[in-house]
């Protein structure tokens, strides 16, 4: 059998070999150290992402609106949107009150189900400068406006909590409004008395 050690390899293939070995190995080092460093970026920032959502699902209203009731609504869907001259306001929903809007609620007379939770996200506008045409968008985040249902809870509301969370955008914290009890928006909701309190139907889209 032969002898396929480094001695019986010519000492040209030796130096050929360990060159080719010596010149991968930075390329390779550098290539684990850059993946490492992107890795610990990673998490870094999702580290800062759940610490931020820690902090915001910690807060509860004076009225006892838990914020950590609505987490996730950051994906829910698009139920509908309005805006006033200043502000953009996009309205969501969690999966269970979108299933009773499919359903026909409130225009078929029946009440959202208990758990229905809503909210209303609100911009600050700006004028576009990229579009080629007049038009606003989202400028800085400052609001979020939540209703929740819970009929014996908030049975003096009409089922219904409500709340307000506001955001600064200097600080990139979230706050409880002072202002906002369990139930500062009835007042302004009871007109819609008729459809569960809710103003806004599912857009068709």
Known sequence: MSDLSTESVPQGLQEQKLETHTAGFPIVAIAVVGLTVLGVVALFAQGQDKSQDKDKYSLVSPGGIAF???????????????????????????P?????????????????PEGSRIVKLQWKLKKSTEAPFAVEVPDVFSQAFVMEKDSKRFSKSGGWGYAVFNYDPASDKFSADAKSPSDC???????????????H???KR
């Open 68 to 94: 950590s009731d609505f987490r996730g609504y950051e994906d829910w869907a698009d139920v509908s949107s309005a805006r006033t001259t200043e502000i953009l306001k996009v309205i969501v929903a969690n």
């Open 96 to 112: 269970a009150m979108i299933k009773a809007y499919k359903a026909g609620v409130p225009g078929n007379g029946q009440p959202f």
């Open 185 to 199: 928006g009835y007042a302004c909701h009871t007109p819609v008395k008729a459809k569960d309190y809710i103003f």
């Open 201 to 203: 139907p599912y857009q």
